[in-house]
Nanobody
Framework: QVQLMESGGGSVQPGGSLRLSCAAP????????MAWFRQAPGKEREGVAG???????RFADSVKGRFTISRDNAKNTLYLQMNNLKPGDTGMYYC????????????????????WGQGTQVTVSS
C-alpha cells in the first residue's frame, strides 16, 4: 500500500505563490507516474499537472505557464510550484500515484491512478 502525504497548502492573495509537496516514503518512487488533482466545492475533481517515470509532463490549460511540476526521486517527493495564483485555483489539492507508466495524454485522468493522498487546501482570496 502506497501512502501519499501532501503538505504546503494555505491561504494566499491573488498573484501569490505556493509550493505543494507530496511525500511517498517506502516506495520504488522513480517507477511511479504521479499527478496533482484539485477539487473545488460542488465541482468534479480535475487534473492539474502530471509527470510519468520518463519525465513527460502534462498540464491543464488553466495552469499552463503558472504551475510547474517536478519530482525528486532521491527524496521520494513530488512538488507543485504554483505562481500567479488566481481565485479559480482555490480547492483541495490531491496527490495521486500509479505504479505503472501512464502515457502523457492520459496523465490528467482520474481513473489512471491507484493511490491518493488526503489532500491539502489551497485558498486564493483577497
Amino acid at each position: 500500500q502506497v501512502q501519499l502525504m501532501e503538505s504546503g497548502g494555505g491561504s494566499v492573495q491573488p498573484g501569490g505563490s505556493l509550493r505543494l509537496s507530496c511525500a511517498a516514503p517506502g516506495t520504488t518512487y522513480s517507477r511511479y507516474s504521479m499527478a496533482w488533482f484539485r477539487q473545488a466545492p460542488g465541482k468534479e475533481r480535475e487534473g492539474v499537472a502530471g509527470v510519468n517515470s520518463l519525465g513527460s509532463t502534462r498540464f491543464a490549460d488553466s495552469v499552463k505557464g503558472r504551475f510547474t511540476i517536478s519530482r525528486d526521486n532521491a527524496k521520494n517527493t513530488l512538488y507543485l510550484q504554483m505562481n500567479n495564483l488566481k481565485p479559480g485555483d482555490t480547492g483541495m489539492y490531491y496527490c495521486a500515484a500509479a505504479a505503472f507508466q501512464i502515457y502523457t495524454l492520459s496523465l490528467l485522468k482520474v481513473d489512471q491512478y491507484q493511490y491518493w493522498g488526503q489532500g491539502t487546501q489551497v485558498t486564493v482570496s483577497s
